[in-house]
Nanobody
């Protein structure tokens, strides 16, 4: 069982940056691939980024490639999402998730989810 708690969301202006954090409970954090997803009002939950258990493999959605960076610190049981050059279309609730699979993109392949943190980007 893994419990996930996101933090770091907020209201920023377009072009600014935010760093989201996701703290995980449990001793086996380094056994899980971790992903970030986002869901805007009235839309489906979309893939943002994922990172393998040792950080050696990462994948990004095309919409965030070059602007967002996913990373993890297994000693701190934490995964991060550095978001730069934010755009109004990045506005959404952001969720982290954990899976025993290898860095999948599909939300359905993740076993554990946090409750989300809200990111609002004003123009």
């Amino acid at each position: 069982q893994v419990q996930l708690v996101e933090s770091g969301g907020g209201l920023v202006q377009a072009g600014e940056s935010l760093r989201l954090s996701c703290a995980a409970s449990g001793r086996t954090f380094n056994s899980y691939s971790m992903g970030w997803f986002r869901q805007a009002p009235g839309k489906e939950r979309d893939f943002v980024a994922t990172i393998s258990w040792n950080g050696g493999t990462t994948y990004y959605a095309d919409s965030v490639k070059g602007r967002f960076t996913i990373s993890r610190d297994n000693a701190k049981n934490t995964v991060y999402l550095q978001m730069n050059s934010l755009k109004p279309e990045d506005t959404a609730d952001y969720y982290c998730a954990a899976t025993t699979r290898f860095a999948p993109l599909a939300p359905s392949l993740y076993n554990y989810w946090g409750h989300g943190t809200q990111v609002t980007v004003s123009s």
